[in-house]
């Protein structure tokens, strides 16, 4: 269990809350088996030797990602190795920091990527500081949340970098790790960037007007997104990551249009589980038959939704809708940006994609497959089976995804 939990934020009364029960904690640090020992080891190999942000600080480190991932899907100690030394490969060291961060001016240096060593030491920092006690949830709390300087709280620019503050930050909950926690603060301040503003400000967040479009589901919204002619000819043809920034810079109303027609307000639990069939769908169901063209753009609106639902549970009411907002924010922007594919159910077979094959039949693709060092791989398995584990997949949708997943993977497309 989390020894720490969140008091209540400033602000209104009430605030509603999207209620799910929390995902199994598993701590790593006092657990005794061979397995658990081995991840805590690897994780703080990581934490001191390599750098969260490398390659000209443009990649991010999933050693996190996938190492948890693997652990959670029944890894042994020698996979665990093996992925370890096969991500590290590609990971750079530490690098000073121009200078050192400190409470009266760590908000000066936000977004500013060279000084990603010093935000691990001011976060680490505040584990003895701040009346912490040495409780990494605190020092979460303080920043993230409710910061003590007044200002905006962290947690709002969580899908900066293609989300992977988000990822990083939940898996700090699902392993009760203290690296990953002080890590997903440092990338979250590093990876700063203009989306902020649309959660910073309510004035974004404003009801559709009268006789507008507007839905509960955002496969309907989705849908229309696909059918609306004022996003043809945006990009040239050409999808991608640098599509985001041009999207909010020439069409920015546009997307805010689709943003605030989803509806979350009257059953915010049902939305928040048809956000997830979707982020499914977007994934698998967008991949012709024979084309294996899976997104490593889509891949993160998958992940990303498996640490919302980790993180629901465990932060202030008063961020639940505002963080699933966060996330429709990002799925709208990699959806657009990615050309706006077809989502097609027909292209997961079901019931014969799951009729005879199971989720250890999945689990062992992920763990034992040429791909089961492929982070971001490994990772959607395990964000779908964790799905279907928390909506009950009675139909076997989500089975039936993961096998095709697993059986015509053939790597990632990147634009």
């Not at 020698?78 to 009266?104: F, G, M, N, R, V």
């Not at 639990?269 to 967008?286: G, Y």
């Not at 012709?288 to 498996?306: A, D, I, K, N």
Request: a negative charge; glycine letters at 4%.
């Amino acid at each position: 269990m989390l020894s720490y939990i969140f008091g209540r934020v400033a602000g209104p009364p009430a605030y509603q809350g999207i209620p799910l029960e929390p995902v199994p904690v598993h701590n790593i640090a006092s657990m005794p088996d061979k397995r658990s020992r081995t991840l805590k080891h690897l994780l703080r190999a990581n934490h001191v030797n390599n750098a969260i942000l490398y390659h000209s600080l443009r990649y991010h480190n999933h050693l996190p990602h996938i190492l948890a991932s693997a652990y959670l899907l029944g890894a042994s100690v020698p996979q665990l190795h093996a992925i370890y030394d096969e991500e590290a490969k590609e990971l750079e060291p530490w690098a000073d920091s121009p200078e050192e961060i400190t409470e009266d001016d760590w908000r000066d240096f936000l977004s500013n990527r060279t000084y990603q060593r010093a935000y691990i030491d001011f976060f680490e920092d505040q584990l003895a500081t701040r009346k912490a006690n040495y409780e990494w949830e605190k020092v979460v709390h303080d920043f993230m949340f409710t910061p003590l300087d007044g200002g905006a709280p962290l947690i709002n620019n969580v899908i900066a970098g293609l989300g992977h503050p988000l990822i990083h930050l939940g898996y700090a909950y699902e392993i009760d790790s203290k690296e990953l926690a002080i890590e997903a603060m440092a990338m979250t301040a590093t990876q700063y960037n203009f989306m902020h503003k649309y959660l910073d400000d309510p004035g974004y967040s404003r009801p559709p007007a009268k006789g507008a479009f507007a839905s509960t589901s955002p496969r309907e919204i989705l849908d229309r997104i696909r059918a609306d002619d004022r996003f043809d000819g945006l990009f040239d043809g050409q999808g991608g990551s640098d599509n985001i920034e041009k999207l909010f810079e020439k069409h920015q109303d546009l997307v805010l249009e689709y943003w605030n027609a989803w509806c979350i307000g009257e059953d915010p639990v049902q939305r928040f589980r048809e956000s997830q069939e979707a982020a499914a769908a977007l994934l698998v169901a967008t991949v012709p038959p024979g084309t294996h063209s899976y997104s490593f753009l889509m891949v993160h609106l998958l992940t990303t939704s498996h640490a919302v639902r980790v993180l629901l549970p465990v932060i202030p009411t008063a961020f639940h809708v505002s963080l699933v907002r966060q996330w429709w924010l990002l799925t709208l922007s990699v959806y657009i940006a990615e050309l706006r594919p077809t989502i097609d159910e027909d292209y997961v077979p079901w019931p014969e994609g799951s009729a005879t094959k199971s989720w250890a039949y999945v689990e062992n693709k992920a763990l034992n497959s040429r791909w089961a060092t492929d982070a971001h791989f490994v990772k959607a398995v395990r964000a779908l089976r964790e799905a279907a584990n928390t909506w009950g997949d009675v139909h076997e949708r989500y089975l039936a995804s993961a096998v095709r997943l697993v059986d015509d993977f053939a790597g990632w497309t990147f634009a």
